[in-house]
């Protein structure tokens, strides 16, 4: 078995919650610790040995483009994935990438760009999905913005909806995706990832497991100077990207 070669970064959004700074800067860009939140990824993706990197782009797409042209100047190969000015959403994206053979037609790993996370990608070079399986989510336990939580896990399954007692625990935007999930859609039509995953996960088609490393979604300027006070206090010895 093959292991996984290749991760597309969700770098399309406008970044609205994050205006005015996202008016002039694609939320990638965004500095987190010193350098953009994106090349946070693509470091940490280059130490895993994922050197094939597909980045969707959108709001701003040259001005994402200019920055991190080829990737080179990272040890990686980017390939671009560029959308109308209105985004396709993320699977709409995922599949306008496969479409046009920016992203092969193999399992990936899967990453939103507004993330930040010390968690080490190498743990999911090696993951293998079964034959019917199409994707799996890292979660992590429910910041205060997200309380209630998206998905719970039963014997490694994940569902919308938790059994007995179980936890609800949030999706921390890193998976591994099989380009199966989202088969059937049309070109240029936007179209969401979450309908997809719960309509797979009715049919048992997506597993899940909780991780524990720092995480935080960097979705608003409190968020942002929260990440910022965390890596000035705690440093970043721990992330592949630093």
Known sequence: MSAITQAMILAAGKGTRLRPLTLETPKPLVEVGGQPLIVWHIKALQAAGITDITINASWLADKLMDALGDGSEYGVTIHWSVEAEEP?????????????????????ILINSDIWSSYDFSQLVDYQLGNDQRAHLLLIDNPEHNSGGDFAINNGLASEQPIADADKYTFAGISVMSPSLVDGLVTGQPAALAPLLKQAMLKFQITAEVITDNWIDVGTPERLTQINNFIDNKGTSNHQGA
């Open 88 to 108: 396709l959403e993320t699977a709409g994206g995922i599949f306008q990438a496969l479409q046009t053979g920016k992203l092969q037609d193999a399992p990936f």
